[in-house]
C-alpha cells in the first residue's frame, strides 16, 4: 500500500511516501528550491519521495491532500460575501487544489490517466491530529492541533486510540491563537512569515507589563476554547491574506492588527528600528497570555479525556517555551510532538489518516528521527569537494574512519573551531538535529556572538540549542523527559548553567535536543567524545545555513562553508579546515 502526502499552496509546501505503514520519505520543497517556507506545488519534495521509495506515479494506491473545501461550508459562504476580494483569492487557491492531479501529471511529464491512485481531500486539523498521534509512541492519548487557520479552523481537540482519532470539538474562524500571535509579531516588526519564533526568543528578555490589556486581546471562555478581541485584529475584515511570489514562491502575509491596537498599545515598531524594553515587554505579555490560554485548553482537554498523555500538532505546538511548562502547568504526564508540527507536517498527517482513519490499517510506525530527507553517498561528498578546489595550500582535506572524524572533530570543537557537520539524511522539520548542524562549544559564553557576527548574522536576542547526550539529561535540566526535536525548552539547573553558557538562555532555559544513540549514532558518538574530552556531554547547535533554507545538498554545505567564516567542514567521514587564519577564539577558563 503506497501512500503519497502533499502539501501544496500554501507556506511550507511538502510532500512525504508511506508505504506499508511506515514512513519512507518526508520533505520540504524549500530544501530544493531554497526559497525559506517555499509555498506553491513541491513537484521537487514528491520526485524524491518517489524515488526514495522505488515507486513510479502509476504505482500509487493513495494520494491525501490536506484541504477539504466543504469543511465549515457555511462560515466559508458567509465570509465570502463580507469580503469578495478574499473569497476571490481563496476561490484561485480551491482551483489550484481542485487540479492537483493534474499539476502531479504535469510535474513528471506523464499522462493523468496514468495516474491509478485514490485522491482524498482530509480536513486540515485532522492531518495536524493524525500527524502527530499517529506516528507518537502513545496507543491512547488527548490530541491537540493549534495554529493560524486551516479550512477555516483554528483549533481542534480529539482523543486518540490505537488506530482512531475521534474529534470532540474546534475552533472556528476568526478566533486564532495562531494569528494572535502572528498580528503581534507584526505589530512588534517582524513581519516576515514565519517570524514568530524570534518573538519566542525575545519574550524572556522582558516582563509581561500589560497582561490586563492582553486579556482582552485574546480571552478564555467557560467551555474548551477562547475568542479574540476581534477590535485588535484586521483578518476578520480582510481575511487572512496569505499569498506568495510565483517567481520564487515565497509566502507572505498581509497586516493582521488593526488601528484600535495601536492606539490602545502605542505605533507598531518600524523594522528598521532599534528593538526596546518597551518591545521586551510586550513580547513577554504576548508568550505569557499564550501559555495561560494554551494550558487552559490543556487542562480542559484532560479533564474530559482521563488521559496521561498529550499529542500536539500545529504552528503553535512549535511554541518549546509553552511546551516545556506542560508537565508543571497541566496534569499531562507525557508529551509528543512531531519534528515539522507546523503545516509541512500536513502531508506525513494526511498520508497516515489515509492509512488509519479511512482505510483502517493498524499502525506500526513511531516517528523516533527526524532524518527523512535527503542523503548522499560518499563519492557525491567528495565530488562535491573536488569541484570547489578545496585543496592544498589553502585547505587541509583528510578522510577518516568514522570514530576518528568524531574524536579529530571534538577536539577541534575543544579548542574553540566553528565547525559545519554534514552526515547522512536531511532533517525533516525547521531545526537542524544533527545531520545539518553547526556546531561549537557551548562552554565559551562568547560563542553566541561569534556565531552570529561570523556567519548567521541574526538578532542577538535568539537563543542557540544545546544538543545533549540522552543518557545525561537529568544531570544539566530540570526534567529528563525525553526532547529529540527541540519540541520543549527546560530550564538548565543552576549549579550547570556556568558549564553551558553559551546555550543557556537569559531565562536560564534552553530549547535542548536529547540525543540517543540509536537515533542518530554518529551525532551521539561526537557529543560523547567532547564528554570525554572535557567532561561537558553537550554541544551548542544550530543550522547549518545563513539566512537561507537549511543546506540539503553537499554543494551547499560547501559553499555555505566557503561564504562564512567557519573554520571546519565535516562532509561524511571526510573533514577539512581552513588554513586562513580566523579571529582569535579565546581560550575556556
Not at 50 to 67: S, T
Amino acid at each position: 500500500m503506497n501512500i503519497l502526502g502533499i502539501n501544496a499552496y500554501h507556506g511550507n509546501a511538502s510532500a512525504a511516501i508511506v508505504c506499508d505503514g511506515k514512513l519512507v520519505a518526508a520533505v520540504e520543497e524549500e530544501r530544493f528550491n531554497r526559497v525559506k517556507y517555499a509555498a506553491g506545488f513541491p513537484a521537487a519534495a514528491i520526485r524524491y519521495c518517489l524515488d526514495v521509495a522505488g515507486l513510479k506515479l502509476a504505482e500509487l494506491d493513495h494520494v491525501a491532500i490536506p484541504r477539504n473545501p466543504w469543511a465549515r461550508l457555511g462560515t466559508k459562504l458567509f465570509y465570502a460575501l463580507r469580503m469578495p476580494g478574499f473569497a476571490r483569492e481563496r476561490a484561485k487557491v480551491l482551483t489550484k487544489f481542485v487540479g492537483i492531479p493534474d499539476s502531479l501529471a504535469q510535474a513528471f511529464g506523464a499522462d493523468p490517466r496514468m495516474i491509478r491512485a485514490t485522491f482524498h481531500r482530509v480536513e486540515h486539523h485532522q492531518a495536524h491530529l493524525a500527524s502527530t498521534f499517529f506516528v507518537s509512541p502513545f496507543e491512547n492519548a488527548a490530541v491537540l492541533s493549534a495554529d493560524g487557520l486551516g479550512d477555516f479552523a483554528s483549533t481542534m481537540w480529539a482523543t486518540g486510540a490505537g488506530n482512531r482519532l475521534n474529534v470532540h470539538g474546534s475552533v472556528a474562524f476568526p478566533h486564532s491563537l495562531g494569528m494572535y500571535y502572528t498580528a503581534l509579531t507584526q505589530y512588534l516588526g517582524f513581519w516576515k512569515f514565519g517570524d514568530e519564533y524570534k518573538v519566542m526568543g525575545l519574550a524572556a528578555y522582558g516582563q509581561p507589563e500589560f497582561l490586563d490589556e492582553f486579556q482582552r486581546i485574546v480571552r478564555t471562555n467557560g467551555s474548551t476554547g477562547f475568542t479574540l478581541g476581534l477590535d485588535y485584529f484586521s483578518h476578520h475584515r480582510t481575511g487572512p491574506e496569505l499569498t506568495w511570489r510565483e517567481a520564487d514562491k515565497t509566502p507572505e502575509l498581509g497586516r493582521m492588527f488593526s488601528e484600535h491596537l495601536e492606539k490602545r498599545m502605542g505605533a507598531t515598531r518600524p523594522a528598521t528600528e532599534p528593538v526596546c524594553g518597551r518591545h521586551h515587554n510586550i513580547a513577554a505579555t504576548m508568550q505569557a497570555r499564550l501559555e495561560e490560554v494554551y494550558f487552559d485548553l490543556l487542562r480542559k482537554l484532560h479533564q474530559r479525556s482521563t488521559q496521561k498523555a498529550i499529542c500536539l500538532a500545529g504552528g503553535v505546538a512549535f511554541n518549546c517555551v509553552a511546551n516545556g511548562k506542560i508537565f508543571t502547568e497541566t496534569p499531562f504526564e507525557k508529551a509528543y510532538v512531531q519534528p515539522a508540527a507546523g503545516d509541512a507536517g500536513l502531508a506525513v498527517g494526511a498520508a497516515f489518516f489515509v492509512e488509519h482513519q479511512i482505510l483502517g490499517r493498524p499502525r506500526q510506525f513511531v516517528m523516533e528521527h527526524a532524518y527523512w530527507g535527503p542523503g548522499y553517498s560518499p563519492a557525491q561528498m567528495r565530488s562535491a569537494l573536488a569541484g570547489a578546489g578545496m585543496v592544498a595550500p589553502h585547505y587541509e582535506v583528510r578522510t577518516l574512519h568514522e570514530e576518528e572524524v568524531a574524536r579529530q572533530t571534538a577536539q577541534l570543537i575543544s579548542e574553540g573551531k566553528i565547525v559545519g557537520w554534514f552526515q547522512g539524511r536531511a532533517e525533516w522539520g525547521p531545526r537542524a538535529l544533527g545531520n545539518r548542524s553547526i556546531v561549537v562549544d557551548p562552554r565559551r559564553a562568547e560563542m553566541k556572538d561569534v556565531l552570529n557576527s561570523r556567519i548567521k548574522h541574526r538578532e542577538m536576542f535568539r537563543p542557540f540549542a544545546p544538543s545533549i547526550l540522552e543518557e545525561h539529561t537529568d544531570e544539566y535540566f530540570m526534567r529528563s523527559d525525553p526532547s529529540p526535536f527541540m519540541t520543549f525548552a527546560y530550564s538548565v539547573r543552576p549549579e550547570k548553567r556556568a558549564a553551558i553558557p553559551a546555550p543557556t538562555h537569559v531565562d536560564g532555559t534552553g530549547r535542548l535536543q536529547t540525543v540517543s544513540r540509536s537515533a542518530n549514532p554518529q551525532y551521539w558518538r561526537l557529543i560523547r567524545e567532547f564528554g570525554n574530552l572535557t567532561g561537558v556531554p553537550v554541544l551548542l547547535n544550530t543550522s547549518f545555513n545563513d539566512n537561507e533554507p537549511i543546506v540539503c545538498r553537499p554543494e551547499e554545505a560547501v559553499d555555505c562553508f566557503r561564504r562564512t567564516r567557519m573554520d571546519v567542514l565535516v562532509l561524511g567521514d571526510t573533514i577539512v579546515t581552513k588554513n586562513e587564519p580566523a579571529p582569535p577564539v579565546a581560550p575556556v577558563g
